[in-house]
Nanobody
């Protein structure tokens, strides 16, 4: 499975961005978004189970970010609202081989190339 992330960019604090991740093949497995800021470890952001009916979020993004999926189009989307400078990072989409949702990176076998999100203050 190949994953292609898009939608990153530069936005002012309080603004919104929408990230998308397209999979090369239809797979009804858990999907997630992780992020990595400069000098920091990769961290969990949001996850969604195979049919989109169960989600999990990091406390730092809960209430601001929403993860959804469209299995017919093999896409996963992360809607990010009320962005803060501390959300600045490279965002990675990931696909697992289980139903999920999973919160740890080791549960995900396939990773996209990452898309940069920069939030200015």
């Amino acid at each position: 499975v190949q994953l292609q992330a898009s939608g990153g960019g530069l936005v002012q604090a309080g603004g919104s961005l929408r990230l998308s991740c397209a999979a090369s093949e239809r797979a009804y497995y858990a999907k997630a978004w992780f992020r990595q800021a400069p000098g920091k470890d990769r961290e969990f952001v949001a996850a969604i189970n195979w049919n989109g009916k169960s989600t999990n979020y990091a406390d730092s993004v809960k209430g601001r970010f929403t993860i959804t999926r469209d299995n017919a189009k093999s896409t996963v989307t992360l809607q990010m609202n009320s962005l803060k400078p501390e959300d600045t990072a490279v965002y990675y989409c990931a696909s697992g081989t289980g139903r999920g949702p999973f919160l740890v990176s080791s549960q995900y076998e396939y990773w996209g190339q990452g898309t940069q999100v920069t939030v200015s203050s």
